[in-house]
């Protein structure tokens, strides 16, 4: 946005698009004074010195307006970057109150009825909530980092679980790529929240991220009950993640979704910096 202009600097922008515009009146009209002619050409009759004041005015004039002009729009794109900046920030902090809060929802049940298992949990999510924190914050982390992620995140679910769940997890990366923390892991919950926790059988999931040339391609797939209602609206979640990849792959993310009967299918496409 242009900063706002001052009451100081208004009356100096007036003050000077006055002067401007009178300068060439009064010249002219004491031309015609002083020459007692009808007509006069804008300075013909001064000396040069005189004109070339008046152009080098003018031409300070528009260089000043230039240096402004550009000054706006280097400012713009200050406050701009600031601004995705912060709210970059905003959106990753929401990530891992919204994560964990469902799994020590969960995990209170867990307590009273196997404390070994609650106790491999609460191990387990302490690891998730140290990359979380440490990790989550930083601009990129190692793909390899973040698949070890989404690994751990499985392993916590299927510690809670008590039904059979096939999760199919089939990763093809390169040790060198990069990528915005935090990303696949609300696709991964959503498949799980949406998914896994509403059937009592035959759940699965199947997650496939690889690699190819400098592109990043992560599909997920699971089924549901078709009978549970929805709003159809998309949660926190995926708000989230939409504007994340919008200030931070922007033209160069593609995400979209399929939805059949009983299955939902989401796949995110991003390319590498």
Do not use: C
């Not at 202009?5 to 009064?26: C, E, M, N």
């Not at 929240?193 to 391609?217: C, D, M, P, Q, Y």
């Amino acid at each position: 946005m242009i900063y706002k202009i001052s009451r100081k600097k208004w009356l100096l922008i007036i003050g000077i698009a006055a002067v401007t515009a009178l300068i060439p009146v009064v010249l002219t009209v004491f031309e015609l004074i002083t020459t007692e002619k009808d007509s006069v050409v804008f300075l013909e009759n001064y000396p040069t010195s005189v004109g070339v004041l008046v152009l080098l005015y003018y031409l300070l004039l528009f260089f000043l307006g230039v240096f402004w002009f550009v000054k706006q729009i280097i400012l713009f794109i200050r406050l701009n970057n600031e601004k995705s900046k912060t709210e970059l920030l905003h959106l990753k902090s929401q990530i891992n109150p919204h994560f964990f809060f469902n799994t020590l929802n969960n995990l209170y049940g867990l307590v009273e009825m196997d404390t070994k298992k609650a106790q491999e949990l609460i191990l387990k999510l302490s690891d998730m909530m140290r990359y979380s924190i440490y990790e989550g914050e930083k601009d990129v982390v190692s793909l390899k980092d973040e698949v070890d992620y989404l690994t751990n995140y499985i392993e916590l679910h299927k510690m809670r679980y008590h039904k059979e769940i096939d999760i199919e997890f089939n990763s093809q990366i390169e040790d060198d790529f990069k990528v915005m923390p935090l990303l696949f892991i609300i696709l991964l919950e959503n498949a799980f929240k949406h998914g896994v926790e509403n059937l009592s059988e035959n759940a699965f999931v199947r997650i496939n991220i690889l690699t190819i040339e400098n592109t990043i391609k992560f599909t997920i797939e699971n089924n549901f009950d078709s009978s549970e209602s929805t709003d159809g609206q998309p949660g926190i979640g995926l708000k989230n993640l939409k504007r994340r990849l919008e200030l931070v792959y922007p033209k160069k993310h593609t995400l979209s979704f399929l939805v059949t009967k009983n299955t939902y299918k989401a796949q995110l496409i991003l390319q590498q910096f």
